[in-house]
């Protein structure tokens, strides 16, 4: 009998072997954001892969890729993501023979790209919250939901992925105040957050008009002003915030960027650092600090705490 050949694991991996390492990749992530995230980066590298097939899936191409990135001018959070889910697609496809442990240990030595200072954020004002929330304005199913969803975002502070979760059940009295009770958020943290009350008349307000009692509180409604559907997408909530905020001359305005002035305003009226950290479930007070913009207040810039020299004033 002759010697059995060894099996050897290739270099250039095709459609199906990738495929099959996203698949196992998205199979072991619990939360639907994560899984999201990964599948749009490994989509995207992987139409970038196939469109060469005799690259070798090595350090070299991963290096390759990341450049690609940088021309496209991606910021640094942007590209170290994407190539953190490529060293996860090359460490699955490693461990499912189809790429070499040492083909896979080379990719894991690709560094990413390193963030010089740090982006400023968006934040609003207390009157421009006002100005939008003035803007709703009508008697209809559509405008009642969109003024409670934005002042969900703006009152509580809620993700996107949050707020179309939410539930009619999650709503309780506790300590004579409404809250948002036990809303599990990113990576499992489980939270109480409190609801001021202007947020709950709006709620109360759309939910009685809908006929919502059970279930969850936000839904989708018809150009006809039905309502359809069990809940409603994320897409939808972006798209409601960016064209309410439009329309009441803000500009472009993210559902993440309530979230942050949520935070921002609260800080601003004398909240603690830790409750707000505790409203918005961040396990690093860091993140916190970050969503308040504490490393670099535009508001009050230390620029303005000294006065202009004489010889500041342009020529006439």
Known sequence: MGKKTPKTCRIVLRLRDLDHSKS???????????????ESALDEFIAWYCSDPRL????????????????????????NQRLAAVRRLAYEAAD???????????????????????????????????QIL????????RTKRDHALLSTLIGCGLRRSELVALDMNWMDLREGHWAIVDLVGKGGHVRTV??????????????????????????????????????LTQNAVWHVVNNRC???GVGHIAPHD???????????AGGELEQIQFLLGHSSVQTTERYLGCKQNLGTPVTD??????SASPPV
């Open 134 to 141: 003035n803007g709703v304005t009508g008697d209809d199913l």
């Open 194 to 231: 409190p609801m001021p009350e202007w947020v709950k008349k709006s709620l109360d307000c759309w939910t009685s008009a809908a006929g919502i009692v059970k279930g969850r509180v936000f839904r989708a409604v018809s150009r006809v002003g039905r309502m359809w559907g069990g809940g």
């Open 246 to 248: 439009k329309n009441a």
């Open 258 to 268: 309530l979230r942050r002035t949520c935070a921002k305003l609260c800080h601003s």
């Open 305 to 310: 705490r000294f006065a202009a020299p004489l």
């Open 56 to 79: 070798a899936f090595n350090r070299v191409v991963v290096l390759r890729y990341r450049l690609s990135l940088e021309a496209r001018g991606l910021a640094a959070s942007s590209i």
């Open 24 to 38: 196992s990749i998205l199979n072991s992530l619990g939360s639907p954001g994560s899984r999201r995230a990964y």
């Open 96 to 130: 499912c023979g189809l790429l070499s442990p040492e083909l896979a240990a080379g990719i894991r030595r690709v560094k990413g790209v390193k963030q010089l200072g740090r982006r400023s954020g968006n934040w609003l004002s207390l009157e421009q919250c006002s």
